[in-house]
């Protein structure tokens, strides 16, 4: 579905993202783990065109960036990403229920007459999701679990092909960081790359996993094979033991630094 062949990218000067290669196939659903700073959120940022690679080539769906469409292929992906809060001012305007529509309409706030079959999709839709008695609840009055979810709920009413998720949990206590994986993990016939800086956020779902360390790849595969202590000494920088309860790891740092 997605492959990046030795992608660099260089802002002032600087090289963000080093030589970087991979191929994330159909049916699977990675963590990209890195410390703040690693480069995570440009990586995926090209591929949605908001930043254009230095170097390289990346592929989506066959189709090569620069060669092909590429509203077409961004139409085939959703995205939840905290640079949704520069249109706060907006979203505070609108109820959930318009702001989960305006992913139908792909826009931030709706600027088109609202067709009774987009309204239908809409209502169903959010009731699914079990969202459906806060549908009217105007969104400054949502707690920030509540924002992040109707953020993810926009994203998945275009069912998208592939959701890309840049720290859905930052600034969120444990109660609502469990909602929102709890929301994940229902997820079906979406394929997932999530962004984290954080292990304990890798819930059974994900089966692969990249590790990004200063803008350069030091592991990526199979989650049961990469998530291991030595790897975890390489990208933090300290000595820990990994422990998983039901499919999800937990971690204890065993070293002071």
């Avoid at 549908?135 to 707690?143: A, E």
């Avoid at 444990?174 to 709890?182: D, H």
């Amino acid at each position: 579905m997605i492959e990046y062949k030795n992608v660099s990218f260089i802002r002032d000067g600087n090289l963000i993202i080093d030589n970087i290669s991979f191929k994330i196939g159909q049916n699977e659903n990675w963590v990209v783990l890195g410390p703040n700073g690693a480069g995570k959120s440009i990586l995926f940022s090209m591929l949605m065109a908001y930043n254009i690679p230095t170097k390289g080539e990346i592929k989506a769906f066959g189709k090569t960036f620069g060669e092909y469409n590429w509203n077409r292929i961004k139409s085939r992906i959703g995205i939840v990403s905290s640079t949704m809060s520069r249109f706060e001012s907006v979203l505070n305007r609108m109820r959930i229920f318009e702001i989960v529509l305006s992913g139908l309409k792909r826009s931030i706030g709706i600027y088109e007459k609202i067709t009774e079959a987009e309204k239908k999709k809409t209502e169903q839709f959010i009731a699914q999701s079990g969202f459906d008695s806060m549908q009217y609840k105007n969104y400054r009055n949502l707690s920030a679990g509540e924002k992040k979810k109707t953020m993810i709920l926009r994203s998945l009413i275009t069912e998208p092909d592939i959701l890309i998720l840049d720290e859905p949990c930052s600034s969120l206590d444990l109660f609502q960081k469990e909602q929102i994986l709890r929301t994940l993990s229902k997820i079906k016939n979406t394929n997932m790359i999530y962004i984290t800086h954080d292990i304990t956020e890798i819930i059974p779902e994900f089966d692969h996993i990249m590790m990004l360390k200063e803008g350069k790849i030091l592991a990526q595969g199979d989650k049961k094979e990469i998530l291991n202590p030595e790897n975890l000494r390489a990208l933090y920088g300290l000595d820990v033991e990994i422990n998983n309860i039901d499919d999800r790891p937990t971690i204890r740092v065993i070293n002071n630094y």
